[in-house]
């Protein structure tokens, strides 16, 4: 299940597990946030995976912009008769 959509909320659960002193656990590890290397992992993996999701953004919205450019390639329109 995914809490957090974008670095903001994953900072607040990440704070709020802090405060509470809970465990975040993914399919590699344990983390304890209130222990400063996890703490500090786990805010990096936030970025990294809100950095991911905006190339792949990035790249479906070139990708759909170049779409119509190659389909008039592979299918010449017809001349004017």
Known sequence: ???????RDW???ID????VDTLLV???TIYAPR????????????SL???ELDLLRQRSLSHA???PAAANWLWPR???L
């Open 65 to 67: 912009t170049r779409r």
């Open 78 to 80: 017809p001349s004017a």
């Open 49 to 51: 995976n809100e950095y």
């Open 26 to 28: 993914d399919q590699e």
């Open 1 to 7: 299940m995914r809490f957090a959509r974008n670095s």
């Open 35 to 46: 222990h400063g290397n996890d703490g500090l992992l786990l805010g990096l993996k936030g």
């Open 16 to 19: 709020m597990c802090r405060v």
């Open 11 to 13: 900072q607040q659960l």
